[in-house]
């Protein structure tokens, strides 16, 4: 990093001084106007933690609308644990225009979430990159002692951490309720045809179905959530506060690709 000081006390040698003509005179009061040591911007790890601070305040509506919207209580019971433990399907509705009122609820929910998501998966990656690309362990700050970059870190790690359990959480809450739309379709499937009041043609299922899988892969919404799953690594990584660059250079690779849907 440059020294912002050369410009100041760099006189350019002795040659330099003498084929140059004498510089003007500044009086102490015009040169602090000139104000030659401050810097108009933040420093790059200060960006991330104001990123971080937008982020945790976006995220506590976010929270809470993952509460209100209680997505595990549609969470399906496996055919194998139904027929072993429960008989009947807790969710089946007895009638096509019940599944149907059922479905609707669902695909409600699940956007009513991913929205939201995305917006915070975009502050999300805006402060991984800017992470990877200016914080190593050789960062320092013209302003800030080694003990404060250090803090300063710890703290950005943490904040990134908390934003991938946050993320992690809104996308298992979609898998959930992705799982209970394509259950109750298999329940509606049983109406094809039917006859009578309980009566759904073989076309309009196959339509309910198709929109309900562009919704569920994130092509209504340009937004892959499903890469915010978290594996046994990143669990352990996280759990432990830990930042491992080569790994979260993959992640980011992954998260870009979560846009380009």
Known sequence: MPNPY???FDDGGEDKKSSQPNPPEF???EFEEE???ISDGKEPLDEILESIRLFQQDAESFSQLLSRTRSIDHKVVSNIVRFFIVRDDPHDKRSLNGERQYHNLLRDKFSNIIVPMRALAQLHLKTIQQ???DIDKNYFSIEKTDRDVKSDKDRAIDGM???RK???DGANDLEILTN???????RIKKYINAGGMHNISNAEYEIIVQKRSTLTRGQDHKFDFSIFDINLLDKTAISLGVYMKETTSQYLGKLLKAFEI
Do not use: C, G, K, V
């Open 6 to 8: 050369d410009d100041i």
């Open 27 to 29: 009086s102490p009061e």
């Open 35 to 37: 104000d030659h040591f």
């Open 131 to 133: 992470f990877n690309r």
């Open 161 to 163: 951490n908390l934003q």
């Open 166 to 168: 946050i993320l992690a």
């Open 180 to 186: 209970a739309l394509q259950d109750t379709e298999r």
